[in-house]
């Protein structure tokens, strides 16, 4: 075997096992859709089975209904709301913070960017008691603030992230903008602000998908079922104490893994480009 064909073969077996390894991955999204159209009996009978027989549109009927009076379009209305607004206080201001280690000299600077380096090692199991009693004496519990309040000062992983891509960009910009006579608000929002949209929509794309997806802090902080969030109302579904009704449950988490799909394709272009020049000295 020549150097050619052995290329080629390496090739050919480089993209069978990508071709593999991306069946293995897609196949959990694939049978949660495929059983989203199955009836109970045919998913308790044929659990391994990917194709339906019959096909049964009813799921997304009764699983929109939801529960009692409260239908997931109160559960929808509830995860959007919360994870707009709290992903845009966490972009707005990490953006701020990140511009403000990159670019401004303070005392202690270097501390305090490595005590916020140290509180990404920190798992929120340990943060939740202490975070629920302070939220309980402001009178937050069974509220959404505090799955929304804590986003507009800023999150460790977007401010490092932010901060690696602003100092990629050359600082004679900066004083260029000032000799214009820009002040360092100006510098911020006409020259960095613009260079870094890869970087923002980075960070903007998985805010929204651990935002959308936290299951935890809903679970902790909401009490009333019309506030509830969509990960804690298909929580519902299964009841170890009775009958689960699979087929809604499937439908239902069909629909909600749609608009972080939909987000991912229209951003995708950004994403690479944040990840891939990220840390570039420019």
């Not at 949660?32 to 009836?39: A, D, G, Q, R």
């Not at 998913?43 to 939801?66: D, K």
């Not at 929002?189 to 959308?212: G, N, Q, S």
Request: hydrophobic share 55%; aromatic share 20%.
């Amino acid at each position: 075997m020549n150097w050619t064909q052995r290329k080629r073969f390496m090739r050919v077996v480089f993209h069978v096992c990508t071709i593999v390894l991306g069946i293995i991955m897609i196949y959990p999204l694939l049978y949660m859709v495929f059983s989203s159209f199955k009836t109970a009996q045919d998913i308790a009978q044929n659990p391994t089975s990917l194709w339906p027989n019959p096909w049964y549109l009813m799921n997304y009927v009764n699983g929109w209904a939801g529960f009692g009076d409260t239908t997931f379009t109160t559960f929808f209305a509830n995860s959007i709301i919360i994870t707009v607004v709290a992903v845009l206080g966490q972009i707005a201001s990490s953006a701020l913070i990140a511009y403000g280690f990159a670019r401004m000299r303070f005392r202690l600077r270097s501390f305090w960017f490595s005590i916020m380096i140290v509180t990404m090692m920190m798992p929120v199991q340990v943060l939740i008691v202490p975070q629920y009693i302070m939220f309980n004496n402001f009178g937050w519990v069974n509220t959404w603030l505090p799955l929304i309040v804590p986003g507009f000062f800023g999150y460790p992983f977007f401010i490092f992230l932010i901060y690696q891509f602003i100092q990629g960009i050359p600082r004679e910009l900066d004083e260029a903008a000032f000799i214009d006579g820009s002040s360092k608000y100006g510098i911020f929002f006409r020259i960095i602000l613009p260079l870094i949209k890869p970087a923002l929509v980075t960070a903007l794309i998985f805010a929204t998908y651990w935002k959308w997806d936290d299951f935890f802090s809903p679970m902790i902080y909401l009490t009333d079922v019309k506030k509830y969030t969509l990960s804690v109302a298909l929580k519902m579904f299964t009841d170890p104490t009775a009958q689960s009704d699979w087929g809604a449950a499937y439908a239902m988490a069909t629909l909600s893994v749609l608009p972080v799909i939909v987000i991912f394709f229209c951003f995708q272009k950004y994403l690479v480009e944040g990840i891939s020049t990220t840390g570039l000295k420019g």
